[in-house]
């Protein structure tokens, strides 16, 4: 097999789970277990063909998951405060429902 760089096979994995160009973890998550009731080799008598099919659903599956799993934070620039910006409304989100204030965000 020929080598792919890191683009390529996300691409590949995401047209095997059937993702468009952006997905969050979840949509990831839910196309897996969606395509798994179909392709799983259980369900389909036990067909090698089904069964390659379900491994390389699985290894997709993995390659994208961890790779939506490895971002780093952002360190600096633009980035970070769009970042604190986000986690700061959260936390203001999440304190308001804890304490039961509902005045201003």
Known sequence: EVLMG???KILKASSV???R?????QEIK???????KELHPDC???????NSLFIELRE???LLIEYAFSFPLPLGG???KKHIAKMDYQDRV????MDGWWGDL
């Open 6 to 8: 890191l683009e390529e």
């Open 17 to 19: 789970l059937g993702l």
């Open 21 to 25: 160009n952006k997905a969050s973890i």
């Open 30 to 36: 839910d196309h897996f277990t969606r395509r798994a």
């Open 44 to 50: 389909n008598h036990g067909n090698q063909d089904f």
């Open 60 to 62: 997709a599956y993995d």
């Open 78 to 80: 633009d980035e970070l």
């Open 94 to 97: 999440k304190k308001q429902y």
